[in-house]
Nanobody, 124 residues
Framework: QVQLVESGGGLVQAGGSLRLSCAAS????????MAWFRQAPGKEREFVAG?????????YYADSVKGRFTISRDNAKNMVYLQMNSLKSEDTAIYYC????????????????WGQGTQVTVSS
């Protein structure tokens, strides 16, 4: 079992930065691949960034955020982060942290655990 709690959301101007944090409980945190998803009003939840559980810690991103967002994890602290730079109004959404036992997945249906979400609003 893994419990996830996101924080760090807020209101930011276009071009600004935010860092989201996800605190995970459970002694097996390192055995899960982690990801961030987001959901804008009236839209489906979409993949944003992922980080595998393997020793290589491979990262992968949605094309819409590549070069602007960076996902990272600290297994010693059971934390996952999403650094978001050069934010755009279209990044406005609720951001969710998620965990899967798979090595890599962009599919929300393959994630077993979810946080409650944190709101990010980018004003233009």
């Amino acid at each position: 079992q893994v419990q996830l709690v996101e924080s760090g959301g807020g209101l930011v101007q276009a071009g600004g930065s935010l860092r989201l944090s996800c605190a995970a409980s459970g002694r097996t945190f390192s055995s899960y691949s982690m990801a961030w998803f987001r959901q804008a009003p009236g839209k489906e939840r979409e993949f944003v960034a992922g980080l595998s559980k393997s020793s290589s810690w491979t990262t992968y991103y949605a094309d819409s955020v590549k070069g602007r967002f960076t996902i990272s994890r600290d297994n010693a602290k059971n934390m996952v982060y999403l650094q978001m730079n050069s934010l755009k109004s279209e990044d406005t959404a609720i951001y969710y942290c998620a965990a899967t036992a798979r090595t890599r997945s962009l599919n929300r249906w393959e994630y077993d655990y979810w946080g409650q979400g944190t709101q990010v609003t980018v004003s233009s």
